[in-house]
């Protein structure tokens, strides 16, 4: 079993930053692709940001220039440095891991951080 573990939200101004990590734990043994994604209150989950372990990287455009994804294959972590925050930001962040266990590929969430500004 895979377990993911976010931290890192909070509440800040708007124009202020807020760094997100996920950290994952279990049986793995190889992870492509790391994402966060995001769920405001009333609105279907969105995507935020994806990071592959080749290093392709790509944002939502309403995140772009402001966001920036990055993660350490060593300590199997996802980061998230937000800059310039606005109200819109405002949801409870997720991250998202396809995690190999040497046996097969899963999909895994973790259970969520709230952003507030």
């Known amino acids: 079993q895979v377990q993911l573990v976010e931290s890192g939200g909070g509440l800040v101004q708007a124009g202020g930053s807020l760094r997100l990590s996920c950290a994952a734990s279990g049986s793995i043994s190889s992870i492509n692709v790391m994402a966060w994604y995001r769920q405001a209150p009333g609105k279907q989950r969105e995507w935020v940001a994806t990071?592959?372990?080749?290093?392709?990287?790509n944002y939502v455009d309403s995140v772009k220039g402001r966001f920036t994804i990055s993660r350490d294959n060593a300590k199997n972590t996802v980061n998230l440095q937000m800059n310039n925050l606005k109200p819109e930001d405002t949801a409870l962040y997720y991250c998202n891991m396809n995690v190999f266990n040497g046996y097969s590929w899963g999909d895994y969430w973790g259970q969520g951080t709230q952003v507030r500004t």
């Open positions: 990071i592959r372990r080749v290093g392709t990287i």
